[in-house]
Structure formats: structure tokens, C-alpha cells
């Protein structure tokens, strides 16, 4: 491939994952159909725990769980290498890899000695895996919601009791809980409608049209951080935004994200165009291309820490960004599909209104000075 189309590929990973009987198989067709006509060349990476259980090695025929967590975790991140180096040969300039499952989903099924055992076997840890994906989405098993379709039909590595599949769908998720792209596809309509919000939600990720799919801001009272913390897979994300100098029209800012003393690192640019609309594209940076572009802060714009606390309740995701110095107030934001539609807050977050495109409270706006939050 000549080296300036290269320079013009663009490579997104993306993870479809879920309880048993959520829908994936049925997902991949969607995506293949939605995306292939829009001009991605889309790429399936088929699911290790399915082709190693069906071909006799599972956690039940190795030594130990942990000793088949290994073996599976290294046959799987192999798996995506390859389908990334030969993606990188392949003409198209937009390409669209689909994990059917990504390798976090393999904490759902062990002890956190376990874990921790295989990340140190794998040399990573766990904010470099689960960030590793440029999204994720998570279908919710038929057995939440959908009952009368849970079946064994469909996969003959099935073995989760409805109650199981119930258990296991909250695993799964409460593992992806913290990745800045976790979307979670319900089944509160029919199948139809699980799978057209699925491909909106990857639409809208993508920057292409489709439904409209977007997160809700709210001001709140700043929420207890030990309540907030006690809340069953809460993760507490460490976030700093810069805004970095640009010679064109694009806004463009770094961001550094993790937990404790593990991070990862984006470039986020920013365009707004002539409709109303704007563009925005995000790419992956090393520490050391992170490091560089900090060197270009913006002296206008001052750095924006907070800490950002992930997590789930009844199945409704929400994120709330409480800032040093900031006592009273905080920021919560909630994914929804239907702008119109109300949502529903714990009684411990006190929301005062929602400020969803307001000015004085987007991240330019405190960066600026023009924030109005207090």
C-alpha cells in the first residue's frame, strides 16, 4: 500500500459484548449490512471462548481456571493483532474491526487472584485492556427483560441458567464499567428495536448519520463520594483535559485518563461546521506523544482536572464528574437515544437542571474562565 493512502486508513476496534442470549450473532449481521454500505470494510474477530469450548479446552477440562484464562487471553489478543496488521493491508480507508467479545469480558469469569494472576502473566494491566477498544457495547441478556426468547438453541457453549445469564450480564458489565465509549443496549423494545439502537449508538461513535444517540448534562448537588463509592462496580476515573494551541479552525484537546497510576492517552479534534453540526475525531496517543503536545498548551485555556465516577443502577448508565475546589456542585451525564425522553435519577443526586449545550458549563467554557460552575 502506498505510504500516503496508508496515512489516510483509519482503524477502529470496537467490542460487542453482553449476557448469554443478548443478541451478538444477530448484531454482527446488523453491523455488517449497516456499515458495509457506507463504505467500511468490516471485520469480524470470532469469540475465543466459543471455539476453544467447542474444541474440548475450557475451564473445566485445564488444570486450573486461571491456567485456561491464560492460554485464552493470549490466543485472543493474538487474534486481534493479526486482524489489525492485515487490516493495515487492505485498501479501504475506513475500517471497522468487531470483537465479539474483547478480552475484559474474560474478568466476568474469574476471582480477583485470578486476575490479577493473568494480567501479570500477559504483562499489562487492567486500565490498558479495557482501553485498549475504541468503544464498547453491551447488549443485555434476553433473560433481563426478554424472558420468553432466553434459549440453548443458538450456541452450543451456552450452559447459564436465565438466573445465571442474569448474574453473569451484570459481571460482564460492571468489568467494562470506566471505558470512555460503554454504551448499554437494553431490551426495553422489541428485538428490532434492540438492534437499530445498537446501530445507532455505533453510528453516532463513528461521527456518521443516524438516530440521534448523545448524553444528557446535568448540574447536580456534588453527590457523596463514599455513597458514590459503594455503589456495586463504581469505577473512579482520574481525567485532565488541555487545550492545545491549533492553527486552524479545530478545537483540539489532550486528554489523560485512568485509575491509580495506570493511564491511558487521547487527541481529541474538534471541528464545527457550517449546519450546526460538528465533527469530531479522536486518536489514541503514546505518553511520549502526549507528552509533546502538553509542551503546546494553549495559555488561554487553563488545565481541567476532575474525577469521574462510572457506574450502573436498574441498568442506566451514569457519569459524574466532581471537580477539586468545587464543593456544591457537580456534573452528571446520562447516554440517551430520544432527546425528549425523561430520565431517572437515584434520590442521592440531587439535580438542579439540565445545562446539556448550555454555555457557561461545557469543558471550553471552564477552560476558558466562562464557567458557571461554582
Request: glycine share 8%; hydrophobic share 35%.
Amino acid at each position: 500500500m502506498p505510504a500516503e493512502e496508508a496515512r489516510k486508513q483509519k482503524i477502529v476496534k470496537i467490542v460487542i459484548t453482553g449476557g448469554p442470549c443478548a443478541g451478538k450473532s444477530t448484531a454482527m449481521s446488523w453491523i455488517q449490512n449497516a456499515f458495509g454500505n457506507l463504505g467500511y470494510t468490516v471485520l469480524f474477530v470470532p469469540e475465543t471462548a466459543t471455539e476453544f469450548i467447542s474444541g474440548g479446552v475450557a475451564p473445566w477440562t485445564c488444570g486450573t481456571n486461571a491456567e485456561y484464562q491464560k492460554v485464552q487471553m493470549t490466543l485472543q489478543r493474538e487474534k486481534e493483532r493479526l486482524f489489525h496488521q492485515a487490516a493495515e493491508t487492505m485498501p479501504g480507508d475506513k475500517i471497522l474491526i468487531v470483537c465479539d467479545r474483547g478480552e475484559l469480558d474474560n474478568k466476568a469469569y474469574m476471582t480477583d487472584a485470578e486476575f490479577k494472576e493473568v494480567l501479570d502473566y500477559l504483562g499489562t494491566n487492567e486500565v490498558a485492556l479495557r482501553d485498549s477498544y475504541d468503544a464498547v457495547f453491551h447488549l443485555v441478556t434476553a433473560a433481563r427483560g426478554a424472558e420468553d426468547f432466553y434459549t440453548f438453541a443458538n450456541n452450543a457453549a451456552r450452559y447459564e441458567t436465565p438466573q445465571e445469564a442474569v448474574t453473569l450480564d451484570d459481571r460482564l458489565l460492571a468489568a467494562w464499567t470506566g471505558h470512555p465509549h460503554l454504551r448499554v443496549i437494553d431490551n426495553r423494545s422489541d428485538f428490532e428495536g434492540k438492534m437499530q439502537y445498537l446501530i445507532g449508538c455505533i453510528s453516532t461513535f463513528l461521527g456518521e448519520s443516524g438516530p440521534a444517540i448523545a448524553k444528557k448534562k446535568y448540574l447536580i448537588g456534588c453527590p457523596d463520594p463514599v455513597w458514590l463509592e459503594s455503589i456495586p462496580g463504581c469505577r473512579k476515573i482520574s481525567v485532565t483535559l488541555t487545550y492545545v494551541k491549533s492553527t486552524t479552525d479545530s478545537e483540539i484537546r489532550i486528554r489523560k485518563r485512568g485509575e491509580g497510576r495506570d493511564f491511558v492517552y487521547y487527541k481529541v479534534e474538534r471541528q464545527y461546521l457550517e449546519n450546526g453540526q460538528r465533527l469530531e475525531v479522536e486518536q489514541r496517543l503514546s505518553r511520549k506523544e502526549y507528552m509533546r503536545l502538553l509542551k503546546e498548551k494553549d495559555p488561554a485555556m487553563k488545565q481541567i482536572r476532575k474525577t469521574r465516577y462510572c457506574f450502573f443502577i436498574d441498568g442506566r448508565s451514569y457519569e459524574v464528574d466532581i471537580y477539586p475546589g468545587c464543593r456544591e456542585h457537580a456534573m452528571a451525564l446520562v447516554p440517551v437515544m430520544e432527546p425528549e425522553a425523561p430520565v431517572v435519577f437515584p434520590e442521592e443526586m440531587k439535580v438542579i437542571r439540565e445545562v446539556t449545550g448550555v454555555p457557561g458549563y461545557r469543558n471550553a467554557d471552564l477552560a476558558g474562565g466562562r464557567g458557571a460552575l461554582r
